[in-house]
């Protein structure tokens, strides 16, 4: 589950089928007025669970409850046209030869809503994603921008109890898709349904999302809200996704956490058992000789990527344990790294975090 249970309203499912080599077996439910963030590797079984909610995909088994309607049980399920369903998904898939407004009408001109009060209600949307004055354009006069609002505006206009997002963003150039981002935040905060957002993006899921859900080969590996997932990753791939070093290890009461292939890390805060470590990238500090200060843990690594962002570096360590570093561009250039040098890695025992399994 991914929030508390509740009494109906909202979303409650849990979606079991089989699709291409993946058994899916995937637990979403939400409040009226949330934001589900579904996050997992390629394949893992994310739009296969978007296109089960939206009726595109059968279950074999589970349940799709919406404010306490049946929509699927695996035996008696609605088809796509009687949910209360809105859908955008990378590509805006907006009519090419109707104008935005006609777009937008078009959903509840489909659901036998008269021309004119579909017309209004279509305005209406234009207006609350900021393109009051672009009703008469066709989609190929939009920039990607514009048309991919003109898409949230014609799913959110037949007043779905559920919105499904399938990386609504992912189309769009880095400038565009931040100020679209802040735009859908904006618009999904006036929207009284359940969001279902699928993103491979992390700033999309941890500004959009109230809730993580992660998807990987069919199940789910994590569940809590952004605050719990950043603090606490239960996965490599979710480790990977919050930027933190992560490790499945054992520790004892000494401070000693054994990582599985003889790894040795030293802690001010044991935890003891099975345990996941972590290690923050801009805690890692990296030298040309061998470190002679404070830092317990200390290892001759093998540098094999070094990626910037924005002022600082991510460094890609490998060897007896591998790690990825943050550092400065000043460093960079002050050790002169390059992919290929051999270098030491330091970490402090006081920033080495456990916690159970
Ligand atoms: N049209 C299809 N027919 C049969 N199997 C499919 C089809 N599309 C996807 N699959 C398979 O279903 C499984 C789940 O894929 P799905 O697209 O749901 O994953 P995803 O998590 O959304 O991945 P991505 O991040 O790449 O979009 C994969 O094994 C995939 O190969």
Do not use: C
């Not at 390629?42 to 799709?64: R, Y």
């Not at 505006?153 to 559920?162: F, G």
């Not at 790894?263 to 002679?292: D, F, M, N, Q």
């Amino acid at each position: 589950m991914t929030a508390p249970q509740h009494d109906g309203e909202g979303l409650d499912a849990r979606i079991r089928l089989q699709r291409g080599a993946v058994e899916l077996d995937v637990s979403l439910s939400a409040r009226p007025g949330q934001v589900i963030g579904v996050l997992g590797p390629n394949g893992g079984g994310k739009t296969t669970s978007v296109l089960a909610l939206a009726g595109v995909l059968p279950l074999a088994d589970g349940h799709i409850r919406v404010d306490g309607d049946v929509w699927d049980d695996g035996h008696r399920r609605l088809v796509p046209e009687q949910r209360a369903v809105g859908l955008m998904l990378a590509d805006s898939l907006l009519f090419p030869h109707l104008r935005a407004l006609d777009n937008i009408a078009y959903g509840p001109r489909s659901r036998g809503v008269d021309r004119r009060r579909a017309r209004d209600r279509a305005r209406d949307e234009l207006a609350r994603v900021g393109l009051a004055d672009r009703a008469t354009a066709k989609p190929a006069e939009l920039s990607s921008g514009q048309q991919a609002r003109v898409a949230l505006a014609r799913a959110l206009a037949t007043d779905p109890a559920l919105l499904l997002l399938d990386e609504p963003l992912s189309a769009l150039d880095p400038d565009t898709r931040a100020r679209t981002r802040s735009d859908l935040a904006v618009r999904l905060t006036a929207y009284a349904g359940v969001t279902v957002l699928v993103t491979h993006d992390p700033l999309d899921a941890l500004t959009l999302a109230d809730h993580l859900v992660f998807v990987e080969d069919g199940r789910v590996t994590q569940t809590g809200s952004p605050a719990e997932v950043l603090r606490e990753p239960r996965s490599p791939y979710v480790g990977t996704v919050v930027g933190l070093n992560l490790y499945a290890a054992q520790g004892d009461s000494h401070g000693h956490v054994h990582t599985g292939d003889g790894g040795l890390l030293v802690t001010t805060a044991p935890t003891e058992g099975s345990v996941w470590a972590t290690i923050a990238p801009s805690a890692v500090s990296l030298h040309r000789h061998e470190p002679e200060g404070s830092a317990r843990n200390t290892w001759p690594l093998r540098i094999a990527s070094v990626t910037m962002q924005g002022q600082s570096a991510r460094v890609g360590l490998v060897g007896a344990f591998p790690l990825t570093a943050e550092v400065t561009l000043e460093s960079v250039t002050a050790l002169g790294l390059q992919v290929g040098q051999q270098v030491w890695a330091a970490v402090k025992a006081t920033e080495v975090r456990t916690y159970p399994r």
